[in-house]
């Protein structure tokens, strides 16, 4: 289980990751948006006389276009870490070489995800004292703010898991990253689409049900689910949840179990499956059996295998 999760991978990507420029800029960038964004915001509410200060009401509403926000950022940022992780390998002919080592194959997926996670990770705890400036405001509860947490981090790992599949999936990088971000959008935008057709063409009560549950699989409805009745104050973003409650809930059906709490349970679900999807397609000839039973195979090979200059 050790050699599971902790192996030169994780640690190789780790010190790769931090010590280019890139890291820090998408972190500055990222907090920068964050707090333009926020900034934006609340200078065209007050433009238009709804905030006159910074009292108790602007809070809950702030808070929302924070975490809906960074629900994007995050399901942006999330494939473009992962969907080169194992194809960009092979474009750099080191993957065979990969392959060699005693790793198995789940080792080299879980580690190239973890790698990725830890940097989605960073990027939440960096955002944490943007959080904490609108929770001083007042009317946001901590709760809440553990939920937005929960909720941005089950996403960006069910992106991330996407964007690894397609990667073992396709052979080149620019194809995997196209159809990861084709997959975030049809998440993001597609369930919702598909929501609205079978409530327009169901017509008994379990119909609008089934498209009620089918809703939950969008991240943007599980967010807005944690705090229903504080976003309908929210100018801009008071259509979108109307249209959630149309799309999304219901709380007489949502009492046993509400609507983040389904996603979560459909994020893990579907990280499973495709985890060992992609487990299968980067050994479909069992290459972690033959190791299980002999070891020294492995060793040859990585001792006879060329070196790639």
Do not use: H
């Not at 007042?138 to 939920?147: A, C, F, P, Y």
């Amino acid at each position: 289980m050790k050699s599971l999760v902790l192996n030169p991978i994780l640690a190789k990507e780790f010190c790769s990751r931090m010590r280019n420029w890139k890291s820090p800029l998408m972190i500055s960038l990222y907090l920068a948006l964050l707090g333009l964004i926020t900034l934006a915001y609340y200078w065209m509410q007050q433009k238009r006389g709804f905030y006159s200060g910074f009292g108790p009401d602007v809070g809950p509403q702030i808070f929302i276009i924070l975490s809906v926000f960074q629900l994007l950022l995050l399901s942006f940022v999330t494939p473009a870490l992962t969907a080169g992780v194992i194809n960009g390998e092979r474009e750099r002919q080191t993957f065979d070489l990969l392959l060699c080592t005693r790793l198995s194959s789940a080792s080299i997926v879980l580690n190239k995800l973890l790698s990725s996670i830890s940097y989605i990770l960073l990027l939440v705890i960096a955002s944490l004292p943007v959080f904490a400036i609108v929770y001083f405001f007042g009317g946001v509860l901590l709760s809440d703010m553990g939920r937005v947490i929960l909720v941005s981090l089950a996403t960006a790992i069910t992106f991330g898991v996407i964007g690894i599949f397609c990667s073992t999936l396709f052979k080149r990088t620019q194809v995997s990253m196209v159809v990861s971000y084709v997959v975030v959008l049809l998440f993001l935008v597609g369930t919702l689409a598909v929501t609205v057709f079978l409530q327009g063409i169901g017509t008994g009560p379990n119909s609008q049900v089934t498209a009620q549950y089918f809703s939950y699989a969008n991240p943007l409805v599980a967010l807005f689910s944690i705090f229903p009745n504080q976003a309908a104050g929210v100018g801009i973003m008071s259509s979108f949840l109307g249209g959630y409650r149309t799309y999304g809930y219901n709380a007489a059906a949502s009492q046993a179990l509400s609507p983040w709490r389904y996603n979560f349970i459909f994020d893990g679900v579907l990280i499973i499956v495709l985890l060992l999807l992609t487990v299968f397609l980067l050994d479909p000839v069992g290459r972690f059996k033959r190791l299980r039973k002999n070891p020294a195979v492995v060793e040859t090979e990585a001792e006879s295998a060329p070196v790639q200059g």
